[in-house]
């Protein structure tokens, strides 16, 4: 029970502002929607044990104390940062008790990446009997760091990051709380919008600041960087933003999209990333995506690896941004990373198969007894430069693992193919010189 002394302390603005009904939450009608899985539940006065996934700031907190209210469940909050073995057995004993009486316990728990083994596993019987309903929120995939046990027995609901217009609404939920304009150009503004990032607690918090910013005219952009510390990008290096861009960076190149490939290389390098990583990755891209279609394109990489060695940050950056530039504008292939893996699938399934005798050197009297070398036919000799012998063991039919593409410089590998393939057909059948 809040004291008389509580009651007349100042709250943070997120305080004041934190909704006191579901349909007040912004950007998640998706879940809390009628139409949506959780508006669908309190509606029908239930709940399941479940895993709210999301950025900071955009009200996971908020949303479980709100849907333990309208299903009638006692509210009980957690941090695993702060709580440990003993904690838990409070509130699972506290819970049993409730249970008896005949309330439920929606134990919420925040930042439940943070638990480790035995604590998540902590939750399986109590969840599994019914004695709590686990509301944990986490800004971590937790397909990457939440138990398959635990896991299995939640719903994971995935939550939205603020937009645009759910940052503009809650701006003005603040200034009509605060009763004043906030001292800003419309660009100003609009600059809030941006540095919030999606997060409305970090918006709220820097309404507070700005609104106690002492000035007689409306700061405009760079006087509001200038009195403002700018936000740090959310991007953790080891955690799943650092795979997603990677993976967005990845997919524009191949997707010859240069301008989404330069944004996503311009995210990753602000978010902290280390040029390094993104270097070694273009150089898998141009092997993999690029290939032969573009032979500079793997020396293209290294260079740029290279130079960034050698200059280092800033400067070289430049260069990994030049080199993203030519792999999105190169033409594609993954022909010869395709062939590669069915000739490496194909020699598994072949065994030890000899090569042919006629292919095998013979520095021994005996080897040249044995046949090894004979019938050997020296390419440069023949007419056309390229004898037509078979190199396949002798047990094996010729397989195709490499089929070029018709673009770049494998169009014209293509034709030489193509023709290879006649001159080999006329070598074994004798017939006339392919044109």
């Known amino acids: 029970m809040e004291s008389l002394f509580e009651a007349d302390a100042p709250r943070p603005l997120a305080d004041r502002l934190r909704p006191s009904r579901l349909e007040d939450v912004l950007s998640q009608d998706h ?28 009200g996971k907190t908020t949303v479980a104390r709100l849907l333990a209210g309208s299903t009638n469940l006692h509210f009980e909050p957690l941090s695993a940062v702060f709580s440990g073995v003993a904690d838990l057995r409070r509130v699972f004993d506290t819970a049993k008790e409730r249970r008896v009486a005949g309330q439920g316990t929606l134990v919420f728990v925040d930042e439940i990446h943070r638990f480790n083994r035995a604590q998540q596993d902590g939750f399986l019987p109590y969840v599994e009997d019914g004695t709590v309903i686990l509301v ?3 800004t971590e995939n937790p397909s990457f760091e939440l138990n398959g046990a635990l896991l299995s027995r939640c719903q994971v609901f995935v939550l939205n990051r603020l937009g645009h217009d759910a940052l503009e609404t809650l701006l003005t939920r603040a200034e009509q709380e605060m009763g004043t304009t906030l001292p800003l ?8 919008s941006a540095m919030a990032d999606g997060d409305g607690r970090y918006l709220l918090n820097l309404v507070e600041e700005i609104g106690a910013i002492g000035t007689d005219h409306p700061l405009d952009v760079v006087e509001l960087t200038q009195r403002i510390q700018k936000r740090v990008p959310l991007y953790d290096k080891s955690q799943e933003a650092h795979y997603n861009l990677i993976s967005a960076l990845h997919k524009s190149l191949r997707g010859s999209d240069v301008d989404a490939a330069l944004y996503w290389l311009a995210r990753m390098l602000d978010g902290g990333e280390d040029p390094r990583y993104v270097a070694r990755r273009l150089t898998r891209f141009a092997l993999e995506d690029i290939g032969i279609a573009d032979p500079g394109a793997l020396p293209q990489s290294i260079a740029a690896w290279e130079a960034y060695e050698r200059i280092g940050s800033p400067e070289g950056e430049l260069a990994i941004a030049q080199c993203v530039i030519y792999l999105a504008t190169a033409p594609k292939s993954n022909a010869a990373y395709r062939a590669f893996g069915a000739a490496a699938k194909s020699a598994k399934n072949t065994g030890s198969l000899a090569p042919p005798k006629h292919t095998l050197d013979a520095p021994t009297n005996l080897m040249k007894d044995l046949g090894y070398g004979d019938g050997y036919k020296y390419d440069h000799d023949s007419e056309d430069g390229f004898s037509g012998q078979n190199y396949f063991p002798n047990e094996m039919p010729r397989e195709e693992f490499y089929r070029p593409v018709d673009r770049g410089f494998e169009r014209d590998i293509g034709k030489r193919l193509d023709y290879w393939k006649k001159l080999r057909e006329r070598a074994q059948t004798g017939g006339e010189r392919a044109e």
């Open 136 to 138: 944990g929120a986490t």
């Open 185 to 192: 150009t419309e660009d100003a503004r609009r600059s809030v």
């Open 31 to 58: 879940l809390l929607g009628p139409d949506g899985p959780l508006g669908r539940m309190t509606r029908e006065g239930r709940m399941t044990s479940m895993i709210l996934w999301g950025p900071p700031g955009i």
